[in-house]
């Protein structure tokens, strides 16, 4: 009984750290993908795949994911090239996952 204890601790254990490392994963994507998307001029495809992105993207709670997106909205609503309609699109997408 005590060996089937701790083998199912041990398990727990792995699967425990298994996904604290998913999710770990998940949110540095989110900052990458939000970085690599700044270092280039902005353009209406790149907020397109953006806003593409976010909406499959899973919310996330915490500083880094959403100072991120903070840098990525403001850039993309203070960039003149940006059509107005994708601007607003963006706000949406984030009004719907409760950032903005």
Excluded at 24 to 37: A, F
Aim: glycine share 0%; net charge positive.
């Amino acid at each position: 009984m005590m060996q089937f204890v701790c083998i199912l601790l041990m398990f727990s254990i792995f699967f425990g750290f298994s996904y604290v490392a998913y999710k770990s994963e998940q949110k540095r994507k989110m900052i990458y993908v939000t970085d690599e998307m700044l270092k280039k001029p902005l353009t209406d495809q790149a907020v397109k795949h953006y806003i593409e992105f976010l909406e499959t993207a899973p919310e996330r709670n915490n500083a880094s994911y959403w100072h991120a997106l903070r840098r990525a909205y403001e850039q993309i609503m203070n960039a003149k090239t940006i059509d107005p309609r994708l601007k607003k699109e963006l706000k949406k997408t984030l009004r719907n996952q409760v950032i903005v």
